[in-house]
């Protein structure tokens, strides 16, 4: 219990039942509050809290917040950003039952919680104590009484909604609850009327860990059970759990082209998505002849025309695959029915889009990992700050083959965000690279280098090793060994890898001790944008009349040709702007 001055042990005040007796005119904040937080900063939180002396202990959580919508339900996520330690030597009182926190601790949880950018909100608070006497933590009546004062104090001066947690000693003994912004007069009685945090999701190193609060609203025979036959004999590896891991995850990748297909490969044979998980496909482009040797799934009927392809600057043909006669199909509608071949149970989302549009950041933002294989580093860029933003896991993968003087045959694993270094830090994206496809040639402004060799067993390298993360990630196979990822630049030619650099800039603007970003959510300016659309002259106008009727939004291109990798430079420097 946290309470400025009374010297009561909440032992002896029993548990409240305020989870079954809210007031039925009060409104959740949400069906479901979840609790982001990295590995690294949940550790910080137990070690602090639990003790072997058995007395309370008590700190403070500065989170983002994300509020989105999944199957009808509402969202509402925190996203740890720092875990701030109260030192015994701060409390009013220290007792085996409560801890006393003063006035001038809340304080400076406000202060703390002030935006470091004026184009930042303010971020949300979450006061933590211990309950290291109980497996099964539960508020007090005691809490009852002090949260509401406490968080209508912070609320006053910083925008909520703010809450608090009770941690125990096991690792997935936990419960929470947040507050309208209003706490301090929403009562019924001696019953506080806050809605739950319902579960929590740690981002280890090598594992995504998931527990439902003791409070939590959500039924545990939600997540699917891993009893496909289709999937048995991987279940001899991870279990069956590991195989209901993989089918309740939501997966995106972004770019499903030579690399990407290999990616989306995998997942799909996996079984990634079958449950109440998905894959989410981003990509603008259509099949053409020239690649369909290393899209997984194409077919000779996929490969459009090309002298059907539109050439206007503003205008991407996969959203025109169903419109001008001739085009090739859509990428990710080739990944779709790969997918829907492979495994009929597996939810797919195709996006004919590019990433930084808000549907395909939405796509990124409430991802369980993120796949990333784009041609461009401007997209990577944006994905790779996003993920930082959001608390995503990011797996980036890349191939160069390279024939002048001498061939050099190099495939690269990058696993990012959600704590981690971003890709600039890296070392996965360059200044050089970005400044060739913003202003290079034609093929430079498309694909980065220049037209490069493409080969299908080169990309497929770099697929399984990203593809094997992900299946590690989300199954925790081998977590307990601590075995690293196959992750770095390999020279397939020496066949020798070189490992990227483990550690932020300080001064990163993306990642840095100071950058705006991480783990903001929603609290920070948005990545997503909504670049300038036009019709293809291919496309005529009694054609196009015909459309506009059946759809009332104008139509989105979808390839990062040379016009809109221009406004994407405009983006990186708004970005770079926001940090200056």
């Known amino acids: 219990m946290i309470t400025p001055m009374r010297q009561l042990d909440e032992r002896d005040a029993g548990v409240s039942d305020w989870a079954t007796s809210t007031p039925e005119d009060s409104q959740n904040l949400a069906d479901c509050v979840t609790l982001r937080i990295t590995g690294n900063d949940y550790e910080t939180l137990r070690s602090h809290l639990i003790r072997s002396n058995g007395k309370e202990y008590a700190a403070y959580l500065l989170a983002g917040t994300q509020t989105y919508e999944k199957d009808g339900d509402r969202i509402l996520e925190y996203l740890v950003r720092d875990v701030v330690t109260i030192p015994p030597f701060r409390y009013t009182d220290h007792q085996s039952g409560y801890v006393g926190i003063p006035h001038d601790v809340t304080h400076e949880m406000m202060q703390d919680a002030k935006p470091d950018d004026a184009r930042s909100d303010e971020q949300a608070v979450l006061v933590a104590h211990s309950h290291p006497w109980s497996t099964n933590p539960a508020h007090s009546p005691l809490d009852d009484d002090a949260e509401p004062k406490q968080l209508a104090t912070i609320t006053h001066s910083r925008a909520g909604p703010h809450g608090s947690i009770i941690v125990g000693p096991e690792d997935d003994s936990i419960t929470g609850r947040v507050w309208p912004d209003d706490a301090g007069t929403v009562r019924d009685g001696d019953t506080s009327v806050a809605t739950p945090i319902d579960e929590v999701v740690v981002l280890d190193e090598f594992m995504q860990r998931r527990f439902s609060t003791t409070d939590s609203r959500l039924d545990d025979a939600r997540r699917s059970v891993g009893d496909s036959e289709m999937h048995d004999r991987q279940a001899l590896l991870?279990?069956?759990?590991?195989?209901?891991?993989?089918?309740?995850?939501?997966?995106?990748?972004?770019?499903?082209?030579?690399?990407?297909?290999?990616?989306?490969?995998?997942?799909?044979?996996?079984?990634?998505?079958?449950?109440?998980?998905?894959?989410?496909?981003?990509?603008?482009?259509?099949?053409?002849?020239?690649?369909?040797?290393?899209?997984?799934?194409?077919?000779?009927?996929?490969?459009?025309?090309?002298?059907?392809?539109?050439?206007?600057?503003?205008?991407?043909?996969?959203?025109?695959?169903?419109?001008?006669?001739?085009?090739?199909?859509?990428?990710?509608?080739?990944?779709?029915?790969?997918?829907?071949?492979?495994?009929?149970?597996?939810?797919?989302?195709?996006?004919?889009?590019?990433?930084?549009?808000?549907?395909?950041?939405?796509?990124?933002?409430?991802?369980?990992?993120?796949?990333?294989?784009?041609?461009?580093?401007?997209?990577?860029?944006?994905?790779?700050?996003?993920?930082?933003?959001?608390?995503?896991?990011?797996?980036?993968?890349?191939?160069?083959?390279?024939?002048?003087?001498?061939?050099?045959?190099?495939?690269?694993?990058?696993?990012?965000?959600?704590?981690?270094?971003?890709?600039?830090?890296?070392?996965?994206?360059?200044?050089?690279?970005?400044?060739?496809?913003?202003?290079?040639?034609?093929?430079?402004?498309?694909?980065?280098?220049?037209?490069?060799?493409?080969?299908?067993?080169?990309?497929?390298?770099?697929?399984?090793?990203?593809?094997?993360?992900?299946?590690?990630?989300?199954?925790?196979?081998?977590?307990?060994?601590?075995?690293?990822?196959?992750?770095?630049?390999?020279?397939?030619?020496?066949?020798?890898?070189?490992?990227?650099?483990?550690?932020?800039?300080?001064?990163?603007?993306?990642?840095?001790?100071?950058?705006?970003?991480?783990?903001?959510?929603?609290?920070?300016?948005?990545?997503?944008?909504?670049?300038?659309?036009?019709?293809?002259?291919?496309?005529?106008?009694?054609?196009?009349?015909?459309?506009?009727?059946?759809?009332?939004?104008?139509?989105?291109?979808?390839?990062?040709?040379?016009?809109?990798?221009?406004?994407?430079?405009?983006?990186?420097?708004?970005?770079?702007?926001?940090?200056?």
Not at 299 to 324: C, K
Not at 511 to 527: I, K, Q, S, W
């Open 238 to 580: 991870h279990d069956e759990e590991g195989n209901a891991a993989l089918a309740d995850a939501d997966v995106t990748v972004v770019g499903a082209g030579g690399l990407g297909s290999e990616l989306i490969k995998h997942l799909a044979h996996l079984g990634v998505g079958r449950g109440d998980g998905s894959i989410t496909v981003i990509d603008p482009d259509v099949v053409e002849e020239s690649n369909r040797s290393r899209i997984v799934g194409s077919r000779p009927s996929d490969a459009g025309r090309e002298d059907a392809t539109p050439d206007e600057d503003t205008v991407v043909p996969a959203q025109w695959t169903d419109d001008i006669d001739g085009l090739g199909m859509a990428k990710v509608d080739v990944a779709a029915r790969y997918i829907r071949e492979t495994d009929p149970a597996i939810t797919v989302r195709p996006i004919r889009e590019v990433a930084q549009v808000e549907e395909g950041i939405d796509a990124i933002t409430t991802a369980d990992v993120v796949l990333s294989a784009p041609d461009q580093h401007t997209v990577r860029r944006i994905v790779s700050r996003t993920c930082s933003q959001y608390l995503r896991p990011l797996v980036d993968a890349g191939v160069a083959i390279d024939t002048e003087d001498a061939t050099s045959i190099a495939s690269r694993v990058t696993v990012s965000g959600a704590g981690r270094p971003c890709l600039d830090c890296a070392g996965a994206i360059n200044d050089t690279r970005l400044n060739r496809e913003q202003h290079g040639d034609e093929h430079e402004a498309e694909y980065g280098v220049g037209e490069q060799p493409a080969v299908m067993p080169v990309n497929a390298e770099a697929a399984q090793r990203a593809a094997f993360i992900v299946h590690r990630y989300l199954t925790g196979l081998l977590s307990d060994t601590e075995a690293p990822f196959d992750t770095g630049v390999r020279d397939m030619v020496s066949n020798r890898t070189v490992p990227h650099r483990a550690e932020s800039e300080d001064t990163c603007q993306f990642c840095g001790e100071n950058a705006l970003f991480p783990a903001r959510g929603d609290r920070a300016p948005t990545p997503a944008k909504d670049p300038t659309r036009t019709v293809p002259s291919l496309v005529n106008s009694e054609h196009e009349k015909e459309r506009s009727e059946r759809s009332d939004h104008t139509p989105r291109s979808q390839r990062m040709n040379r016009s809109l990798i221009e406004k994407g430079t405009r983006v990186i420097r708004d970005m770079v702007g926001l940090l200056t």
